[in-house]
Every structure is written in C-alpha cells, then in structure tokens.
Antibody, heavy 117, light 112 residues
Framework: QVQLQESGPGLVKPSETLSLTCTVS????????WSWIRQSPGKGLEWIGH???????KSNPPLKSRVTLSVDMSKNQFSLKLRSVTAADTAVYYC???????????WGQGTLVTVSS | QSVLTQPPSASGTPGQGVTISCSGS????????VYWYQQLPGTAPKLLIS???QRPSGVPDRFSGSKSGTSASLAISGLRSEDEADYYC?????????????FGTGTRVTVL
C-alpha cells in the first residue's frame, strides 16, 4: 500500500519561503505525477501543482510565479517551495499521488503550515 | 473562487438517498473527467469516484457518479452515519493562462 508523509516547518514568517517534502513509501515515484494540494482553515481544497517523476511540472496559474516543485527519485521524495508567503498561505498542505485519469488516489495526512511573525 | 459550484449542504436520514450536484462549464466538466473526493472530519480527502463514474477498489457501490454536459452528480444511496463528511467534485479546467485542476466548493453531508 502506497503511503505519503509530508514534512517541514509548521511555522513560516511572512515574506519567507515555505518548504515541504513528501516521502513516498510502499511504491516507487516512477511512472506517476505527484501533486500538492492545500486547504485553508475551514475552507475548500486548492490544487497547487504537480510534478512528473521525470521532473516536468505544472502549477496553478495564480501561484505559478511563487511555486517551485522538485523530485528526488533516489530518496523517493518530492518537494514544494512557495516563496514570499503571506497569512493567506496558512493552510493544511497535502501531497498526493496523481494517477492521471484515475485521479488522486493516495494522499498524505496533511501538515498545517502557519504564516506568522 | 472555485469555478465548480456545489450546494453547501445536503442531509438525509439513515437509509435514505442523497444527491450532490456539481455545476461547471465547457472549459472544465464539459470536456474533462469529473472526480469526487470524500473528506471525513479531520482527515485527508479520499478518492471516491474517478473518470465521471468509476469507483476505485474498496469504495462501496452505494456511491455512484454521473456526468451530463457541464454538470455532474454524486449519489449516495442507503445513507449511513459514516457517510457524514465533506464531498468535493474536481476536474481539469482549461483557460487562457493554462490548465489547472480545480475543486468544487464542497458539500457537507449530514446524516440526521
């Protein structure tokens, strides 16, 4: 069974960079897209972007200028960097496996990131 | 602001059926697959329906999805207390600034 686990700082200062890593276990990163999704407190879901195991990326247009996605196949991990954060970026951040037309079939438990000084 | 519109809430008694709608446009639902996700309180979303109407392994057949034109629906039959959750539709959306994966506004299902 594929499992995903997010890791990274739970508190980031305004204007700094949010950095998260998702570790995949029980399966290989190869052959799939890997997504980041976030959920602001009490709000709905927002797709941030995805990265193919080969390194090709796509990001949500409103966030594209601030997002960097990367993958490390040797560690079976992929990562998110979100620059110049504000309080509006406070959210639970989820990583998920994107099985193409089959949908986002495995999710991490999520990690809360708070942007505050 | 999401481009996929869902009713904020739906409810039913145990054993009843509930249907949740998801309204979009030709740039999203009209030309792409629809997905449904279930989010139980305090947990991560779970894929419930893929490719408009396909249930992943392990999803009870009480859940069914359909799509017609620029709208989609999720039907839950034989409502159970454990179905109390938030439900989100999702689809790829095409725009001038590029494509993106969009989620619906979400529907909270309450079992009375």
């Amino acid at each position: 069974q594929v499992q995903l686990q997010e890791s990274g700082p739970g508190l980031v200062k305004p204007s700094e960079t949010l950095s998260l890593t998702c570790t995949v276990s029980g399966g290989s990163i190869s052959g799939y897209y890997w997504s980041w999704i976030r959920q602001s407190p009490g709000k709905g879901l927002e797709w941030i972007g995805h990265i193919y195991y080969s390194g090709t990326t796509k990001s949500n247009p409103p966030l594209k200028s601030r997002v960097t996605l990367s993958v490390d196949m040797s560690k079976n991990q992929f990562s998110l960097k979100l620059r110049s954060v504000t309080a509006a970026d406070t959210a639970v951040y989820y990583c998920a496996r994107d099985a193409g037309d089959e949908g986002k079939d495995f999710w991490g438990q999520g990690t809360l990131v708070t942007v505050s000084s | 602001q999401s481009v996929l519109t869902q009713p904020p809430s739906a409810s039913g008694t145990p054993g009843q059926g509930v249907t949740i709608s998801c309204s979009g446009s030709s740039s999203n639902i009209g030309n792409n697959y629809v997905y449904w996700y279930q989010q139980l309180p305090g947990t991560a979303p779970k894929l419930l329906i893929s490719r408009n109407s396909q249930r992943p392994s392990g999803v009870p057949d009480r859940f069914s999805g359909s799509k017609s034109g620029t709208s989609a629906s999720l039907a839950i039959s034989g409502l159970r207390s454990e179905d109390e959750a938030d439900y989100y539709c999702a689809a790829w959306a095409d725009s001038l600034s590029g494509s993106s994966y969009v989620f619906g506004t979400g529907t909270r299902v309450t079992v009375l």
